[in-house]
T-cell receptor, first 110, second 116 residues
Framework: EDQVTQSPEALRLQEGESSSLNCSYT??????LFWYRQDPGKGPEFLFT???AGEEKEKERLKATLTKKESFLHITAPKPEDSATYLC???????????FGIGTKLQVIP | GAVVSQHPSRVICKSGTSVKIECRSL??????MFWYRQFPKQSLMLMAT?????????EQGVEKDKFLINHASLTLSTLTVTSAHPEDSSFYIC????????????FGPGTRLTVL
C-alpha cells in the first residue's frame, strides 16, 4: 500500500529563518509527487509536480526536490505570508488516485 | 489557468434535508473530478472519483446512496448529500485533474457544510 509521511507536523520559524519540510514515501510505481499549499478554510493550491529522482522545481522562496524515498520542500528566508499547511501527495499505479500526507503546518513569525 | 470553482462556499441546513454542491472547471475540460472530505486537523480523504458520462467510483466506506455524484458535462460535477445529519458536517472539497496530463489535481475553494 502506498504511504506518505510528512514531518514535522508543525514548524515555527522566525521570518528569514530557512528550513525544510520532509515527505517520505513508499510506492509501487511513482507517477508523480505533488506539493500543495493549503490555507485555513480553503482548498489546496497546487505548487509543484516532481516525477523522478534528482528533479528540482522552484517558485519564489520555495524549492522542491525528490529522491527515491523522499521529497523536501525547502523554504528560503520565509515571510509571514508563507504560513500555511503544506501537503505532499503522490500519484501511483492506476493514475486515478492520489494519496495525501497529513501535512506540515508552517507558522512564520515576524 | 486550471481554475476550479465550487458553490456554495458555506451552507447550513437542518437535519434530514438534502444539499447539492457544484464543482466547475472554469478554463479547461475535466473528464475526471474528485470529491474529498476534510475534518479539522486531518488531511484530505478521497470520497469518490467522478468520470464524465459514467458512474462515479466510491472509496471503501463511503455510502453511494448518501453521497450522490453526477458528472454530466466536462466542466461540471455535483455532489448531493442526501438526508444530511450532523455527522455529515464537514469541509467538502472538489478537484479536477489538470489539462497537462501530469496527474496533478486543481482544487476548488471548498464548501463548509453544517447540519443542525
Amino acid at each position: 500500500e502506498d504511504q506518505v509521511t510528512q514531518s514535522p507536523e508543525a514548524l515555527r520559524l522566525q521570518e528569514g529563518e530557512s528550513s525544510s519540510l520532509n515527505c517520505s514515501y513508499t510506492v509501487s510505481g511513482l507517477r508523480g509527487l505533488f506539493w500543495y499549499r493549503q490555507d485555513p478554510g480553503k482548498g489546496p493550491e497546487f505548487l509543484f509536480t516532481l516525477y523522478s529522482a534528482g528533479e528540482e522545481k522552484e517558485k519564489e522562496r520555495l524549492k522542491a526536490t525528490l529522491t527515491k524515498k523522499e521529497s523536501f520542500l525547502h523554504i528560503t528566508a520565509p515571510k509571514p505570508e508563507d504560513s500555511a499547511t503544506y501537503l505532499c501527495a503522490l500519484n501511483s499505479g492506476g493514475y486515478q488516485k492520489v494519496t495525501f500526507g497529513i501535512g506540515t503546518k508552517l507558522q512564520v513569525i515576524p | 489557468g486550471a481554475v476550479v470553482s465550487q458553490h456554495p462556499s458555506r451552507v447550513i441546513c437542518k437535519s434530514g434535508t438534502s444539499v447539492k454542491i457544484e464543482c466547475r472547471s472554469l478554463d479547461f475540460q475535466a473528464t475526471t473530478m474528485f470529491w474529498y472530505r476534510q475534518f479539522p486537523k486531518q488531511s484530505l480523504m478521497l470520497m469518490a472519483t467522478s468520470n464524465e458520462g459514467s458512474k462515479a467510483t466510491y472509496e471503501q466506506g463511503v455510502e453511494k446512496d448518501k453521497f450522490l455524484i453526477n458528472h454530466a458535462s466536462l466542466t461540471l460535477s455535483t455532489l448531493t448529500v442526501t438526508s444530511a445529519h450532523p455527522e455529515d458536517s464537514s469541509f467538502y472539497i472538489c478537484s479536477a485533474r489538470g489539462p497537462s496530463g501530469g496527474g496533478e489535481q486543481f482544487f476548488g475553494p471548498g464548501t463548509r457544510l453544517t447540519v443542525l
